[in-house]
C-alpha cells in the first residue's frame, strides 16, 4: 500500500472543507465575505456577483478535491487561489494567517501527488 494514501487524503479533505464552507458561508452572509475582495474586483460586477461566482468556483475546486483526478493540478490551482487571498488580505493578517497554514497545505499535496 502506498504511504501517502492516506495523508493524500486527509490533505485533500481539509483543503476541499476550506473551500466548501467558506463559498457556503459566503452564500449565507456575503457581507462578511465581499470586503475580502480588493477594491478593483469588487468594482467590475454589480452587487454580489463576483463573490457568487468565486463561491461556485471553490465549490467546484472542493468537489475536484474529492474525486482524487490529477490532483495536482487541483493542488496547484487551490495554492494559487490561496496566495491570491494572502496577497490581497495582508491588512487583516490576524484572519489571514489561516490561509497562510491552508496554502502550505496545498503544496504539499501538490509535491505529493505530482507525477500521478
Request: overall charge positive; charged content about 10%; proline content about 3%.
Amino acid at each position: 500500500m502506498d504511504k501517502n494514501k492516506l495523508p493524500v487524503f486527509f490533505l485533500r479533505l481539509g483543503i476541499a472543507f476550506a473551500f466548501f464552507y467558506a463559498a457556503t458561508s459566503s452564500f449565507l452572509n456575503p457581507e462578511a465575505w465581499f470586503g475580502f475582495f480588493p477594491e478593483f474586483i469588487r468594482t467590475l460586477l454589480p452587487g454580489n456577483l463576483m463573490l457568487n461566482f468565486f463561491s461556485v468556483g471553490e465549490i467546484f475546486l472542493g468537489l475536484w478535491l474529492f474525486s482524487n483526478h490529477k490532483i495536482f493540478y487541483a493542488a496547484i490551482l487551490s495554492a494559487f487561489i490561496m496566495v491570491g487571498i494572502i496577497a490581497f488580505n495582508l491588512n487583516a493578517m490576524y484572519i489571514v494567517f489561516r490561509d497562510i497554514t491552508i496554502f502550505f497545505a496545498c503544496v504539499a499535496l501538490a509535491l505529493m501527488t505530482r507525477g500521478n
